[in-house]
């Protein structure tokens, strides 16, 4: 069964930092590509950064770039997701997900790729 747990959200005032961690299960990272998929309220869910298993390969919002950057740690089955400078336009809830459609890296991780989903986790940016 495959299974994705995210953590490390939380409160932090603009211009910090937040490490999003992605315990996943049930396939291995190598096979699939892992994305940051974030949902702010009144607006819809969007592709942050994701990974490809199989090269490496990421591919980030262009929000985002410069900022965020996106690892994995192939021995613990965990994705992770460090976000700096920080600020109120990336508060949301942040989903971790997977894809095993090859092109997702390369589109900006389109959401609709992603048939496997965690339960998210808060992110908030504010003074």
């Known amino acids: 069964q495959v299974m994705l747990v995210e953590s490390g959200g939380g409160f932090v005032q603009p211009g910090g930092s937040l490490r999003l961690s992605c315990a996943t299960s049930g396939f291995t990272l190598d096979y699939a590509t892992v994305g940051w998929i974030r949902q702010a309220p009144g607006k819809e869910r969007e592709g942050v950064s994701c990974i490809r298993g199989s090269d490496g390969n990421t591919d980030y919002a262009d929000s985002v770039k410069g900022r965020f950057t996106i690892s994995r740690d192939n021995d613990k089955n965990t994705v992770f997701l460090q976000m700096n400078s920080l600020n109120p336009e990336d508060t949301a809830v942040y989903y971790c997900?997977?894809?095993?459609?090859?092109?997702?890296?390369?589109?900006?991780?389109?959401?609709?790729?992603?048939?496997?989903w965690g339960q998210g986790t808060q992110v908030t940016v504010s003074s």
């Open positions: 997900a997977a894809s095993w459609i090859h092109s997702t890296v390369g589109a900006r991780c389109p959401p609709l790729d992603f048939g496997s």
